[in-house]
Structure formats: structure tokens, C-alpha cells
């Protein structure tokens, strides 16, 4: 009995072995025909990559990657939803999904998903003021200000949210005032120069 079990452990080592080198092989083919722009044999081989190692989230995103940069968009946005499924804390995964859907002009979809990315994320602030501005562009307007008002409690991104309320509100609303205010208060805030002092 102890000699079975040894052999099977032996057996399972190798085939894990023989597994690992399946993934990186097909995963090199992938990140060449990548390089040269053949996204779709890329996407073939990074799939290869990721079935010879399941646990693999860096196989599966480029695999998805090269979907989206081929155009296979329905498939993208089918294979994101599994990915994620299989690795919950990669939302790269729904950012695939997000842009597959931009780029499809479903942008309602897009903009649904990058929602669930920044409740998963809160602190994604770049990522939030890019997506808001990205709706100003879509005229998803209510979603835009929806995010700028979020964004105005962090200073980071506050000038650039009043930027946006004040596109969407006008010249004449409350943000307008105070962006003009803080872009004044930010100009009187410059470092003056040092004068040497006369001996």
C-alpha cells in the first residue's frame, strides 16, 4: 500500500511537471504572436496556457487581451465572466469585460460594469475620474455626475470633478464659483523665490 501511494504521488508530480511546461511553451507561442499582432493565435495559445494550468489569472488575461484586441468581443465579455468567476479579486477581468462593451457603444453595460469594479475597489480614484470623463464623452451625463460628485471629497481628483459639474451645470452654478475659487486659491498658493539678502 505505502508503494502505491508513492507511486501515485511520483505519477501526479510528473504529470504537474509535464503540465507546467505545456502552459510555459504555449504561453511563450502566445507572447510572440502577441508581439507580431497575430491576436487571435494568441488568444489560441494563451488558452492552451491556461488549461495546462488552471490557476493561472496571468494566462486567462492575456488570453482575454488577445480576444479583445482581435475583435472577438462577445467572447470577451463571456470569458471575463468566467475568469471572474474563477479569480474574484482580479478586476481586471471586468475591466476586459467593460471595455469589450465600449467598444460595442453599449456603453450603459460598460459604465454598469466598471460600477461594480469601484464598489469592489473604492479606492480607485484615477480609475473613477477617467471613467468619468469617458462618460461626459459617451453623454451618459448622469452617471458623469454621479461620479464627480463622489469625487469631489477627494483632493486629488476634486478640480477635476468640478471641471465636469460645471460642463454639465453651467457657467452660472455653485461649481462654477468654486472652481474658479480653487483655481485662483491654487494660483496664490506658488512658491515665491528666495531673495538673497544684501550683506
Known amino acids: 500500500m505505502k508503494r502505491f501511494l508513492l507511486l501515485l504521488i511520483a505519477s501526479l ?19 510572440e504572436a502577441f508581439a507580431e499582432g497575430l491576436y487571435s493565435q494568441a488568444a489560441y495559445q494563451y488558452g492552451k496556457a491556461a488549461s495546462a494550468q488552471h490557476d493561472s489569472a496571468e494566462y486567462r488575461y492575456n488570453q482575454i487581451l488577445s480576444l479583445l484586441l482581435d475583435a472577438s468581443l462577445d467572447e470577451v465579455i463571456v470569458q471575463s465572466d468566467k475568469a471572474f468567476s474563477d479569480f474574484p479579486f482580479h478586476t481586471e477581468f471586468l475591466l476586459l469585460k467593460a471595455r469589450a462593451y465600449a467598444t460595442q457603444k453599449a456603453y450603459k453595460k460598460a459604465l454598469a460594469v466598471y460600477q461594480q469594479v469601484f464598489a ?6 484615477t480609475l473613477q475620474q477617467a471613467v468619468m470623463e469617458q ?3 459617451w453623454n451618459e451625463n ?30 452660472q452654478s455653485w461649481y462654477a464659483y468654486a472652481l474658479n475659487y480653487l483655481t485662483k486659491e491654487a494660483g496664490t498658493q506658488a512658491p515665491a523665490e528666495l531673495q538673497p539678502q544684501s550683506k
Open 13 to 31: 508530480f510528473l504529470f504537474s511537471s509535464c503540465q507546467l511546461q505545456k502552459a510555459r511553451a504555449a504561453a511563450y507561442l502566445g507572447s
Open 120 to 125: 469592489l475597489d473604492p479606492g480607485s480614484y
Open 135 to 137: 462618460a461626459v464623452a
Open 142 to 171: 448622469e452617471t458623469a455626475k454621479n461620479l464627480a460628485l463622489t469625487l469631489l471629497s477627494h483632493p486629488q481628483t476634486e478640480q477635476k470633478a468640478l471641471q465636469v459639474l460645471t460642463e454639465l451645470e453651467g457657467k
